[in-house]
T-cell receptor
Framework: NAGVTQTPKFRVLKTGQSMTLLCAQD?????MYWYRQDPGMGLRLIHY???????AKGEVPDGYNVSRLKKQNFLLGLESAAPSQTSVYFC???????????FGSGTRLTVV | DAKTTQPNSMESNEEEPVHLPCNHS???????IHWYRQLPSQGPEYVIH???SNVNNRMASLAIAEDRKSSTLILHRATLRDAAVYYC?????????FGTGTRLKVLA
């Protein structure tokens, strides 16, 4: 089925460990986004990309890096995880069509 | 990229209409207003969007004030499945900035 796929769905990290979250979309969308959502809060934009090979900072970029080497994939990296990065991470893509953003189902990350 | 303003929470009885308000006083003439909702433990999903006139789709209706400084999302008959957080968004350049939205509770 067409859509946005995030892997993994769940992960527990120890403080200082690194990891990469993968977002893949099969809709040929140019724009892709990474958001985080803390309990009881709205979504905050981490980084985004307006096309292959491009990335830009959002509201809360510190502690994260991203890459968009292929149009269909947008990677979010944590180089040295901290407990403050415990959150649910959502990826989204946008083809600038009628139905706006398509979101993935989220990655629940816990840093202990 | 200015955020919009919404009430933190609202309640509705099942089968009754719900009017979810949003203020976007700094909106420009070409900015669309988008609404998304987030069901429990899911990512947000698109609901509806509009520019100037009222809009309808199978999920909801969107009423936009004549001065465009506010809008209202209308669920004509709330069901228990409509319990969610509803976000009103004024898209910025290339990106959406989400506020905290309105948590809708539907009472059986």
């Amino acid at each position: 089925n067409a859509g946005v796929t995030q892997t993994p769905k769940f992960r527990v990290l120890k403080t200082g460990q690194s990891m990469t979250l993968l977002c893949a979309q099969d809709m040929n969308h140019e724009y892709m986004y990474w958001y985080r959502q803390d309990p009881g809060m709205g979504l905050r934009l981490i980084h985004y990309s307006v096309g292959e090979g491009t990335t830009a900072k959002g509201e809360v970029p510190d502690g994260y890096n991203v890459s968009r080497l292929k149009k269909q994939n947008f990677l979010l990296g944590l180089e040295s995880a901290a407990p403050s990065q415990t959150s649910v991470y959502f990826c989204a893509s946008d083809g600038r069509g009628y139905y706006g953003y398509t979101f993935g189902s989220g990655t629940r990350l816990t840093v202990v | 990229d200015a955020k919009t303003t919404q009430p933190n929470s609202m309640e509705s009885n099942e089968e009754e209409p719900v009017h979810l308000p949003c203020n976007h006083s700094t909106i420009s003439g070409t900015d669309y207003i988008h609404w998304y909702r987030q069901l429990p433990s899911q990512g947000p999903e698109y609901v509806i969007h509009g520019l100037t006139s009222n809009v309808n789709n199978r999920m909801a209706s969107l009423a936009i004030a004549e001065d465009r400084k506010s809008s209202t999302l209308i669920l004509h008959r709330a069901t228990l499945r409509d319990a969610a957080v509803y976000y009103c968004i004024r898209p910025g350049t290339y990106k959406y900035i989400f506020g905290t939205g309105t948590r809708l509770k539907v009472l059986a």
